[in-house]
């Protein structure tokens, strides 16, 4: 069953406009109260207008005020989630093991949530036909386009991540027709990341980013958005922790979404990449 109505909400709160702030915050403290409602009902009760409520539903990228219901129905059945917790002064070992394995956890679950299945499919669709693909993150996200860059050569798919700006912008300022270039950065306002997405989308290559949810500069300039849940709770590393590990699911759903599409083709590049190395390995 869908979910995510709430998580959506939670993590848009604070970018909504003032009207459909308001719509936010009282479905979030009335989610039972959306359920038996109409739009123009929920607007009069949060003291607004149902054209608000279907404006909020267009800013959290929905399909309308019964996919809002349908994903808060769902949350209204799950068992209560323990939230993400920091690590405190003298933490004992086996309560870091505890915590961080929860906001791990966490974060993965939220993240699925929230996942557009439409724009998923979107982005496999310009993936798999791709000369090129070429990742770009800074700082943490670049681990994730590193990792990204082996997965994709392991099924024959050319694929760089390069950290220097001037030799991606070189790599856009010749891109071909079917090159893509993959932005990624949790806060979407990287200022590195901002400018190669924009560079990309005046040379007009097709572009996907990954993001936390909700509106920033690198979403709003790409083709294709894909997000992860925003961990705010937690002021330590336990959250960047979390972020990084919910990129690392998206690209590993991704890449299987990938394959399952052309299955025959990514076994085979698999094997041969497996019998290449344990060539290396047994002449080293």
């Given at each position: ?6 998580k ?18 009282f ?19 949060a ?14 990228g ?12 769902g ?5 209560a989630?323990?939230g ?17 394995t929860?906001n ?5 679950r939220?993240s699925?949530?929230?996942?557009n299945?439409?724009?998923?499919e ?17 700082g ?20 760089t ?12 300022a ?14 979407g306002?990287?200022?590195e990341?901002?400018?190669v997405?924009?560079?990309a ?11 936390k ?9 790409a ?20 972020s ?39 002449r080293?």
């Open positions: 069953m869908a979910a995510g109505g709430l959506m909400l939670q993590n848009m709160l604070e970018q909504l406009p003032a009207s459909e702030r308001k719509i936010a915050q479905i979030l403290e009335n989610p039972q109260s959306v359920l038996n409602s109409t739009v123009n009902e929920i607007g009069a009760q003291k607004t207008s149902g054209a608000a409520v279907i404006r909020l539903c267009k800013s959290l929905l399909n309308g005020f019964q996919d809002l219901k349908v994903r808060i129905a949350d209204m059945v799950k068992p989630e323990q993400y917790r920091d690590i405190e002064p003298g933490e004992s070992y086996f309560s870091i093991v505890q915590k961080t929860s791990s956890i966490q974060s993965i939220d699925a949530e929230i996942i299945y439409e724009e998923l979107r982005a496999v669709q310009i993936l798999l036909p791709a000369e090129n693909v070429h990742f770009f993150g800074i943490a996200s670049n681990i994730i386009a590193k990792d990204a860059q082996q997965k994709f050569l392991r099924i024959q798919k050319n694929a991540a390069f950290t220097d700006t001037h030799l991606v912008a070189t790599l856009i010749n891109a071909k027709e079917d090159d893509v270039v993959f932005a990624i950065s949790h806060s306002e990287t200022a990341v901002v400018k997405i924009s560079l989308k005046e040379r007009g290559v097709k572009t996907i980013s990954l993001t949810y909700g509106q920033s500069s690198v979403a709003s300039l083709d294709i958005k894909l997000f992860t849940s925003y961990a705010g709770e937690a002021a330590f590393r336990s959250a960047a922790t979390s990084r590990l919910a990129q690392l699911y998206m690209m590993d759903i991704l890449f299987l979404s990938m394959a399952t599409v052309q299955y025959e083709q990514t076994i085979h590049a698999i094997d041969q990449t497996r019998d290449a190395i344990r060539f290396i390995k047994e080293s």
